[in-house]
């Protein structure tokens, strides 16, 4: 899926609806607070995010249509900011061991750095240097698969046209 700091409203909605499990109430709650969360990328001083996203991600159809060419060109205006990279690992390339599970990176400012990794049912965030380390080095992978930021605005939009 696009990553929470990523979605549009429309598709957040979709996608926290979609698991039935939640109450209209519960999904307001989580949407607001996942909504809240994209200032961190206009904040001072902005962080800088690198995502890299799989092109069936962008063909899986979450909510309608509309729900789809609205996140895909929210994609596209969001990596062109300057603290934001958006790049796609194309259909074609072979599997990777980032296709096992999603995860965070990050380093903060006093220099400290953690991973977070989510699951169905948590997340989990490590600190350690040998677990980031070792997620570091599938970070290397995952970006070695993935089309350069101008190639995936590119395929993006290519693939924005097919949800007309």
Not at 98 to 122: K, T, V, W, Y
Not at 131 to 158: F, H, K, M, N, Y
Request: aromatic share 4%.
């Amino acid at each position: 899926m696009i990553p929470g700091l990523l979605q549009t409203e429309g598709y957040a909605r979709a996608m926290l609806g979609a698991v039935g499990e939640l109450t209209a109430e519960e999904v307001e709650a989580r949407l607001v607070a996942r909504l809240a969360r994209q200032a961190v990328l206009t904040a001072d001083p902005r962080p800088h995010l690198v995502a890299v996203l799989e092109e069936n991600t962008l063909r899986r159809q979450v909510g309608d249509r509309e729900i789809m060419r609205e996140q895909l060109h929210h994609l596209l205006a969001v990596g062109t900011e300057p603290n934001v990279q958006i790049r796609v690992a194309p259909a074609d390339a072979p599997w990777h061991i980032g296709l096992n599970g999603p995860f965070i990176l990050a380093r903060l400012s006093d220099g400290a750095e953690l991973a977070h990794l989510d699951n169905q049912l948590q997340g989990q965030t490590v600190d350690g240097p040998n677990a980031v380390a070792a997620l570091d080095r599938r970070w290397e992978t995952v970006t070695g698969e993935a089309l350069p930021c101008r190639q995936s605005a590119q395929l993006i939009e290519e693939v924005v046209k097919t949800w007309t």
